[in-house]
């Protein structure tokens, strides 16, 4: 079945530091995507980035990059330049086939993500 | 402005009541779907709707019901048969059943009295 992990449930960086947020998945899938969501404490999930099985390129979104390593199932994010807004929950999301051939989103446990002055 | 928008940002429910919470999209989506948050968790796919008057249940449907009668509205109603309503609930929508990106809602926690 599929599956996403995140193993780290919270992580601190200095401002300014870049970071790198875990993800894992686990599909037989050949044809899947990946997400990251960002989630502030008003509670509202803001996209941040999607990387496709088949793209050949890891994406990149401002100072958000997806570190796609499709032999190890691993998606992790990077942020770079770290600042106080950054300070949320993040989630890691994997499109899944549904039954009848629509699709939805499974979501790992998220990282907490606290930015220090 | 384009976007999701819920209400009530805040819903109490006493016991054997139904409440039903709204979801309102602009965004000219095809595809809605409400989602289900429990605390320090990730979120659950409750039902998902493709099209105007169509809808499938998600991995945790018991207990709620749904409705799409107009493609910006994708109405959730949580029946007193859901033992368990306290969460923070989260619609949201996409272009179509691709999934490629999903926008989200601000979200609605409900609590029980």
């Known amino acids: 079945a599929q599956k996403i992990t995140q193993t780290q449930p919270g992580m601190f960086v200095q401002e300014k530091e870049a970071v790198t947020l875990d993800c894992t998945y686990d599909?037989?899938?050949?044809?899947?995507?990946l997400f990251w969501y960002k989630q502030p404490s008003s509670g509202e999930m803001i996209f941040l980035i999607y990387?496709?099985?088949?793209?050949?390129q890891n994406a990149t979104e401002g100072r958000y990059s997806l570190n796609f390593q499709k032999a190890r199932k691993s998606a992790n994010l990077v942020i770079s330049a770290s600042q106080l807004g950054d300070s949320a929950m993040y989630f890691c999301?994997?499109?899944?086939?549904?039954?009848?051939?629509?699709?939805?989103?499974?979501f790992g446990a998220g990282t907490r993500l606290a930015v220090h002055p | 402005d384009g976007g999701i928008t819920q209400s009530p940002k805040y819903l109490f429910r006493k016991e054997g009541q139904n409440v039903t919470l709204s979801c309102e999209q602009n965004?000219?989506?095809?595809?809605m779907y409400w989602y289900r948050q429990d605390p320090g968790q990730g979120l659950r796919l409750i039902y998902y709707?493709?099209?105007?008057?169509?809808?499938q249940k998600g991995d945790i449907a018991e207990g709620y019901s749904v409705s799409r009668e107009k493609k910006e509205s994708f109405p959730l109603t949580v029946t007193s048969a859901q033992k368990n309503p306290t969460a923070f609930y989260l619609c949201?929508?996409?272009?179509?059943?691709?999934?490629?990106?999903?926008?989200f809602g601000p979200g609605t926690r409900l609590l029980v009295l």
């Open positions: 709707s493709q099209i105007v008057n169509d809808f």
């Open positions: 949201a929508s996409s272009p179509g059943t691709s999934v490629e990106t999903q926008y």
């Open positions: 990387q496709g099985s088949y793209d050949q």
């Open positions: 599909t037989s899938d050949p044809s899947y995507g």
């Open positions: 965004l000219n989506h095809d595809a």
């Open positions: 999301a994997m499109r899944d086939q549904f039954s009848g051939g629509y699709n939805k989103l499974i």
